[in-house]
């Protein structure tokens, strides 16, 4: 299983950025994708999820309203709108997730299968 992300990079508080995910070897449809994202210093944090079987969608608090986690046939996106600098972290994509719940969306181990993750820096 090979899992990539792509379309990181810098932009100005207030600005917006896409992500993407692609995974080959996993069939994205059938189990539960999520962004993640960890910032020097800090643990990884869930940042949002989607369980295609029961079409949920999961957002931690800081986040909710502001990203947005799509799925177009094998790729799957994280839209990001009105960035702070506390968003500045690198993203990482998720697959396979066992646990795509309400509970477990957000733990680490609930996913066997990641990327090696893209950087998001929001700065003046």
């Known amino acids: 299983v090979h899992v990539v992300e792509a379309g990181g990079g810098s932009v100005q508080p207030g600005g917006s950025l896409s992500l993407s995910c692609t995974a080959s070897?996993?069939?994205?449809?059938?189990?539960?994708v999520a962004w993640f994202r960890q910032a020097p210093g800090k643990e990884r944090e869930g940042v949002a999820a989607?369980?295609?079987?029961?079409?949920w969608t999961y957002y931690a608090d800081s986040v909710r309203g502001r990203f947005t986690i799509t799925q177009a046939r094998d790729t799957v996106y994280l839209h990001m709108y009105n960035l702070k600098p506390d968003d500045s972290a690198m993203y990482y994509c998720a697959a396979g997730g066992t646990d795509c719940t309400d509970s477990g969306w957000s733990r680490p181990t609930s996913y066997p299968h990641w990327g090696q993750g893209t950087q998001v820096t929001v700065s003046t």
């Open positions: 989607r369980n295609p079987s029961l079409r």
């Open positions: 070897g996993v069939v994205l449809d059938w189990a539960g």
